[in-house]
């Protein structure tokens, strides 16, 4: 299971057991937002939603780039995992 990053639809995505979770993005030249994360019901329950999170956390940050959490999922593994607040861009406050 790997995470792919289909930029024609500017979506993370991550297929498990034949179903797509996803998390939708904007990408401006050194940040990236993350717009909002969507998980099928088949998957929910499986902890899909913070793998995801974690696989898109580790690409943006082995691209470069500073992340912008607009999504509240996203926003909330971030607040659990503290130690994922070095990819976030200097104007984000989660507090």
């Not at 790997?2 to 024609?8: A, F, G, I, W």
């Not at 500017?10 to 993350?34: C, M, N």
């Not at 607009?70 to 503290?82: D, E, G, I, Q």
């Amino acid at each position: 299971m790997e995470l792919t990053d289909n930029t024609e639809k500017k979506q993370f995505e991550f297929v498990v057991d034949g179903h797509t979770a996803r998390i939708e993005y904007i990408l401006s030249s050194k940040k990236i937002i993350l717009t909002h994360t969507e998980v099928p019901k088949e998957l929910e329950g499986k902890g899909i939603g913070g793998k995801i999170v974690k696989l898109a956390l580790e690409n943006i940050e082995s691209r470069g780039l500073k992340l912008i959490p607009l999504c509240s999922f996203v926003a909330a593994y971030v607040k659990r995992h503290p130690e994922w607040s070095r990819v976030l861009d200097e104007e984000v406050n989660l507090k």
